[in-house]
């Protein structure tokens, strides 16, 4: 097998002062101007783009290639800023790796000065809706005065009132979602230099019985993470027993704040 390719994890705009272990995974380094890209050689039997679409719908192969494409990012992070380069990113030769970093540059410092510093962090805001439903006439207003009809009303009108409420309780716990996950991303951002909304993901891809009400990452200064991870403890205390969670985690790569665009 010949390993002719050219695999790239990320750059850096300086050398790192300590190289990360790269014995397990013949990582290599490639000093193009000022700038260190990080890669390794791999076979064109596995990364070509024909082999490499066929490779991708083995779920086996593609968790367990991109899950070390991250590891090793994030190994590389811990020593110099970065800009991640997508999984499965190839050159055919080093010429070409060489050409490709000449001529974007000037994107690539712009990049690094803006996330220089800084770390991206990404917050999933989940709600368990049945114990929010639990708790919903202390929440809403509506559903209190529509429960007091209801504990007033015949057998037959009361029929009637818990189908009104039932629905409501929807409506209500929509609007309380919203509501929290709103307040929630304005605190967080108040603490972050930028942030990106991803889609919410469905149960199904998340594995989780509650209901994903926010999903968003932040790109944070380094010297302001203390405080970030403070606010989200005190936001998940907070409101924890109305059914919400938040999911914290970091530092990621920051592929939600770079873009490398070409020279007009």
Request: with cysteine; hydrophobic share 35%; net charge negative.
């Amino acid at each position: 097998m010949i390993n002719d390719l050219i695999y790239v994890y990320c750059v850096s705009d300086s050398p790192p002062r300590l190289a990360p272990d790269s014995s397990s995974i013949g990582l290599n380094t490639l000093m193009i101007g000022d700038f260190c890209v990080f890669f390794k050689y791999v076979a064109e039997s596995e990364f070509c783009e024909e082999n490499f679409k066929k490779n991708i719908a083995d779920i086996h192969w593609l968790e367990t290639t991109a899950r070390e494409h991250f590891r090793v990012i994030s190994m590389i992070m811990e020593y110099c800023d970065v800009i991640p380069f997508k999984f499965g990113t190839i050159y055919n030769s080093p010429d070409s790796l060489r050409k490709f970093i000449t001529d974007y540059s000037e994107s690539l410092i712009e990049n690094f000065h803006f996330i220089g510093g800084k770390e991206e962090w990404a917050i999933k805001i989940y709600c368990d809706r049945n114990k929010m439903s639990k708790q919903i006439d202390e929440l809403s207003e509506d559903s209190a005065i529509l429960e007091k009809q209801i504990m007033a009303s015949s057998p037959g009108k009361a029929f009637l009132l818990k189908r009104k409420k039932s629905d409501l309780v929807e409506s209500e716990m929509d609007r309380l979602c919203n509501i929290y996950g709103q307040v929630y991303y304005d605190d967080l951002k108040n603490l972050s230099e930028s942030t990106c909304l991803n889609n919410l993901l469905p149960k199904e891809f998340t594995g989780r019985d509650d209901t994903m009400i926010l999903n968003a990452t932040f790109l944070v200064r380094k010297c302001n993470v203390t405080d970030f991870i403070r606010t989200v403890d005190a936001l998940r205390d907070k409101d924890e027993n109305l059914g919400l969670f938040i999911d914290a985690t970091g530092p990621w790569p920051p592929f939600n704040f770079t873009s490398i665009k070409e020279k007009q």
